[in-house]
Nanobody, 120 residues
Framework: QVQLQESGPGLVKPSQTLSLTCAVS??????????WSWIRQPPGKGLEWIGY???????YYNPSLKSRTSIARDTSKNQFTLQLSSVTPEDPAVYYCAKYHCEGRYLEDWGQGTLVTVSS
């Protein structure tokens, strides 16, 4: 079974860039038909899909966050990253990385999530 583990600073200052890494074990991020995703859940709100990097390196971003989002990968380390620039008080959330099966259209595995707060 694939395991995903998020890591990164839990506190970011306003206007700075939030950077998170998802380390994947038990499976390769280049395996066909999987999208390696970032999802967040603000306090008291529902889940929001931030974007993904596909098995072939293609990326997709939520249009509402696209201008501030960058997702990349390091296949040698089997990990992928999230950068969200110009953070605001709207960005605090639990950030999850997840494995999505694009043909079956379901989330197969999740990380445990990491809480990110925004404060000066």
């Amino acid at each position: 079974q694939v395991q995903l583990q998020e890591s990164g600073p839990g506190l970011v200052k306003p206007s700075q860039t939030l950077s998170l890494t998802c380390a994947v074990s038990g499976g390769s991020i280049t395996t066909d038909y999987y999208y390696w995703s970032w999802i967040r859940q603000p306090p008291g709100k529902g889940l929001e899909w931030i974007g993904y990097i596909a098995y072939n390196g293609n990326t997709y971003y939520n249009p509402s966050l696209k201008s501030r989002t960058s997702i990349a990968r390091d296949t040698s380390k089997n990990q992928f990253t999230l950068q969200l620039s110009s953070v605001t008080p709207e960005d605090p959330a639990v950030y999850y990385c997840a494995k999505y099966h694009c043909e079956g259209r379901y989330l197969e595995d999740w990380g445990q999530g990491t809480l990110v707060t925004v404060s000066s």
